[in-house]
């Protein structure tokens, strides 16, 4: 059975547990994807036959409350309004849009991560800061970059800072620093688009837990060998609650785009999840 594209009121099965949603505000209204079902530190993907089922452990529906956060931290509401399919990923995810009430502090978040009311409702509201990288997070993007180049045997780029294609800085609970993640492109785009021959992309972030910037995880894809998969940070939350933050990133190939999870375990990053549809398992 498939789902009917044109049935922007319907209401959608997934599984019962928790959906962890992605999307962005525009204005006052805001269109959030689901991701996949959270199943610890890791998400499980939605696959297309829990769109069409009959049987209804839980609901994306009209009328659903679900709690939004930024930053990590909790900063509002919305109700969904509307119920409808995404189809602008590798594959189709129900998604959700309405009306967002936001703190005061985070009146001009755009990007949000969104948890159910009946999951995220008992988390308490904490101070929202929205942080901007600075010169010398800049720079030390730059440095951990160059010594991460020649380890994974790439191809040095004409210029580093010009392959730079993002950056964030971002405070994680209990760190006394703020952590940093940047991505790196060599003949390629942070668009869904065909890399060009010898493309790569990588990822690095950084803490300065000893006063330096480090490197505490990095992700080298060379794309003829592994597909082209260019990940962006998009946020970090604790989506299961269990106090460990995991960190979302959206993911570009030649023509979709995906998502993938960090979490940490024993101490270090570790890619927790990374949806099927990736190149790497499977080209279009």
């Known amino acids: 059975m498939t789902p009917n594209l044109a049935n922007e009121e319907q209401s959608l099965g997934i599984p019962k547990r928790p959906i962890l949603l992605s999307g962005k505000r525009t204005g006052s209204t805001a269109k959030l994807?689901?991701?996949?079902?959270?199943?610890?530190?890791?998400?499980?993907?939605?696959?297309?036959?829990?769109?069409?089922?009959?049987?209804?452990?839980?609901?994306?529906?009209?009328?659903?409350?679900?709690?939004?956060?930024?930053?990590?931290v909790r900063i509002g509401r919305m109700i969904a309004q509307k119920v409808s399919i995404d189809d602008s990923f590798c594959t189709?995810?129900?998604?959700?849009?309405?009306?967002?009430?936001?703190?005061?502090?985070?009146?001009?978040?755009?990007?949000?991560?969104?948890?159910?009311i009946d999951v995220a409702g008992s988390r308490s509201f904490q101070p929202y800061t929205a942080y901007r990288h600075n010169y010398n997070q800049r720079v030390a993007s730059l440095a951990?970059?160059?010594?991460?180049?020649?380890?994974?045997?790439?191809?040095?780029?004409?210029?580093i800072l010009d392959s730079r294609t993002d950056i964030h800085a971002f405070q994680l609970p209990g760190e006394?620093?703020?952590a940093i993640a940047a991505t790196f492109l060599h003949r390629d785009r942070m668009i869904t688009s065909p890399p060009e021959p010898g493309a790569y992309s990588l990822f690095v972030m950084g803490d300065a837990t000893s006063g330096t910037y480090e490197i505490s995880y990095m992700w080298y894809r060379l794309a003829e060998s592994?597909?082209?998969?260019?990940?962006?940070?998009?946020?970090?939350?604790?989506?299961?609650?269990?106090?460990?933050?995991?960190?979302?990133?959206?993911?570009?190939?030649?023509?979709?785009?995906?998502?993938?999870?960090?979490?940490?375990?024993?101490?270090?990053?570790?890619?927790?999840?990374?949806?099927?549809?990736?190149?790497?398992?499977?080209?279009?």
């Open 33 to 72: 994807t689901a991701v996949g079902e959270v199943n610890g530190n890791s998400l499980t993907e939605i696959s297309n036959q829990s769109l069409s089922s009959e049987i209804n452990l839980g609901l994306i529906t009209q009328g659903s409350e679900w709690v939004l956060f930024s930053e990590g």
């Open 92 to 116: 189709l995810r129900p998604a959700i849009s309405g009306i967002v009430e936001l703190i005061s502090e985070a009146s001009d978040v755009e990007q949000l991560i969104a948890l159910p």
């Open 144 to 159: 951990l970059a160059s010594e991460v180049i020649p380890s994974v045997g790439a191809e040095w780029p004409p210029s």
């Open 176 to 178: 006394p620093r703020q």
């Open 226 to 284: 592994q597909g082209k998969g260019v990940p962006r940070y998009l946020d970090h939350i604790d989506w299961n609650g269990d106090g460990s933050e995991e960190i979302l990133l959206e993911m570009f190939g030649s023509g979709d785009r995906w998502f993938a999870g960090l979490a940490r375990q024993d101490g270090r990053w570790i890619r927790s999840f990374e949806d099927s549809c990736n190149p790497a398992t499977k080209e279009k």
